[in-house]
């Protein structure tokens, strides 16, 4: 038992658990509250941590909120929407910000007492809000200000109550640990009393209890997500009460059923690959609604697991079924009581919602994120190569092959908004007829893309992305013209999941993970999607989209600046492809885009 302890209010904030974890990383035990929590919950606790929230506080609607905190001897610090909570309840004003923040911003630090020991002057921190305080509650004062944030960071001394309008939480706050960690020790006074080292033998023993003698079915992607899953398994059942099988959805990278199926050998595992392309196709072939297709395919998944489980002819009331689930993919399809949804994924179709409820699977892994899942791996003894992996999704090229009716997406007068404020960068836009997903502010969006004419700065690129994304609301993602140099034409093509589009897909992947492993950029980079969108340019062929990414959790996450000589390499191969006539390249950090594209 550990006495010293945070509690982190979960708003519905797409880093809420992220912030508990950050905690534990530091030694000391977190654990999640709701918003609608008393006193006595809160007595227990040496300081409480506000969550974001994909609401708004200047909407009429605003979660249920019991004050009784702020009635409390007890330390609290605001993230995002906890920030502008604080202000709310103790006499300042919120307000819509004039001009939103999405990305990096570069605050000046005016106080360094407190949760600021320490820091530098300057400091990068991640935004990620459209609202904002206007002004202070009796008692606060201003410790942190950015360009386009007044009130970036703000801090009542007396009553150890402190406000940040950016996520300290994420990677990309450069000194965001540090200022948790001050939080904790320095404010909240708590001891190290509380270690990851007892996660791998709580679970065993978790596992084993919720299985008994029960069978185990584990549908295997090859991924480090199941790969880590099936190792825990194995530690924890006898072999033959596990039983996993990988299915072959037509959907996947170039030769990846043998390889994963002479990976796992190598491991003392047999794993058995079940060929459904023909399923899997004949059902997506006319869909283009993105969240419509996921859902399909983790349907379809479900379909061909239920027919492998009658050809073994067990009794279905002695198995259950495992999936490598992590968190992302939990609160990304709006797992948690106030999450938005982002995306549905496959593991969280309302089938599989259904069986969950019912006890039916299990997931050993739901609380971790990629990072913890790769040092999980270490600890389980998988070969390296496993735990560097590149992320792959479960529904494959599917997400990653967008699919269009033909209707023409319009969008004149915002492009030409877009070429006014860019006037003197050196860069000319172009409204491109295609929506992705996105997330800004902890909510989902379904915007369009912009494209970028002009030489590659990524410097200069970098900051035009930021600013866009947050001057223009109607944008979520911009990205960079790599080839043709000018777009003078563009039409938005009738185009659904084919073979012909499925082999284009796998072969302009394979270009991009060649390249990748050629130029020792595999470590450099966390994830590398490729994306064939159905935008013609200049009257011929499709379009790809290059997505190469640095992250650590996947929750947020920065384009890479992928050398110049590497990519150069990549866009010569794949314009080699048949049909297609044009590579971009995705130069939006996450948020405001996802990583994904659907």
């Known amino acids: 038992m550990v006495s010293d302890k945070i509690a982190v209010v979960d708003f519905g904030g797409q880093y809420a658990h992220l912030l508990a974890r950050r905690v534990r990383e530091l030694g000391v035990f977190s ?27 200047c909407d009429l609607h605003v979660l249920k909120w019991k004050n009784d905190l702020f009635k409390m001897n007890i330390p609290v610090l605001g993230i995002c929407y906890g920030h502008q909570l604080i202000m709310r309840e103790n006499g300042g004003e919120i307000r819509r910000a004039p001009s939103t923040e999405f990305g990096s911003a570069k605050m000046h630090v005016l ?28 008692g606060f004062e201003v410790i942190g200000k950015t360009a386009d944030c007044k009130y970036a960071a703000i ?47 709580q679970k065993i023993r978790e596992i084993r209890k919720k299985v008994g003698k029960k069978n185990v079915f584990l549908l295997a992607s090859g991924g480090i997500d199941s790969t880590v899953c099936l190792a825990l398994l194995l530690k924890s059942l006898p072999k033959k009460q596990i039983h996993a099988f990988f299915i072959d959805t037509g959907l996947m990278r170039q030769n990846e059923p043998k390889l994963i199926q002479k ?51 067990v009794n279905t009331k002695n198995w259950i079924l495992a999936q490598g689930t992590i968190y992302p993919d939990t609160i990304e399809s709006a797992g948690t009581k106030h999450a938005d949804k982002i995306k549905t994924h496959h593991n969280r179709i309302e089938e599989i ?66 070429n006014n404020f860019l006037k003197k960068t050196g860069y000319k836009a172009k409204i491109l007829p295609v929506k992705s997903v996105g997330v800004q502010g902890d909510l989902r969006t379904y915007k369009k893309a912009v494209a970028l004419e ?49 082999k284009m897909a796998r072969e302009a992947d394979a270009v991009s993970m060649n390249v990748v492993k050629k130029n020792s950029l595999l470590k450099k980079t966390w994830q590398f999607p490729t994306v064939l969108i159905p935008v013609q340019v200049n009257g011929f062929g499709e379009s790809i989209v290059l997505r190469p990414i640095e992250s650590l959790e996947a929750m947020t996450a920065k384009f890479y600046k992928m050398p110049k000589k590497a990519l150069k390499e990549n866009v010569k191969g794949i314009l080699k492809i048949p049909r297609i006539g044009t590579v971009f390249m995705d130069v939006t950090h996450k948020p405001p885009a996802t990583i994904e594209w659907e």
């Open 31 to 57: 654990e999640i509250l709701q918003p609608n929590a008393s006193k006595k919950d809160y007595s227990d606790f040496k300081g409480v941590i506000l969550s974001g929230s994909p609401y708004s506080i």
């Open 111 to 138: 106080n360094k007492k407190g949760v600021f020991k320490g820091l530098k002057g300057k400091s990068v921190v991640w935004m990620s809000h459209n609202d904002e305080v206007s002004s202070l509650a009796p």
């Open 155 to 201: 801090a009542n001394f007396e009553k150890k109550w402190f406000g940040f309008q950016f996520h300290p939480e994420v990677t990309h706050s450069e000194e965001g640990q540090k200022m948790l960690k001050n939080f904790v020790f320095n404010v909240c006074q708590c001891k190290k009393e509380w270690s990851l080292k007892d996660f791998k033998k």
């Open 263 to 313: 990976s796992f050998e190598k491991m003392g595992f047999k794993l058995k690959i079940v060929k459904a392309g023909e399923e899997f196709l004949s059902k997506l072939r006319n869909v283009s609604d993105p969240e419509q297709k996921r859902k399909i395919i983790g349907k379809i998944f479900l379909e061909v697991k239920d027919k492998e489980l009658e050809k073994l002819k």
């Open 353 to 418: 919602l259904k069986e969950l409820k019912k006890g039916k699977i299990i997931e050993p892994i739901e609380e971790l994120y990629k990072d913890e899942v790769r040092f999980l791996g270490k600890e389980l003894g998988l070969p390296k190569k496993f735990i560097e992996r590149h992320p792959f999704p479960g529904p494959g090229l599917g997400v990653r092959i967008l699919c269009s009716n033909g209707k023409q997406i319009q969008g004149k007068k915002l492009e030409q908004k877009i």
């Open 454 to 502: 002009g030489k590659i700065d990524f410097q200069k690129i970098e900051k035009l992305s930021t600013q866009i994304t947050n001057r223009f609301r109607e944008i979520n993602r911009v990205v960079l013209l790599l080839s043709p140099q000018k777009i003078k034409k563009l039409k938005m093509l009738k185009a659904f999941l084919t073979d012909d589009r499925i």
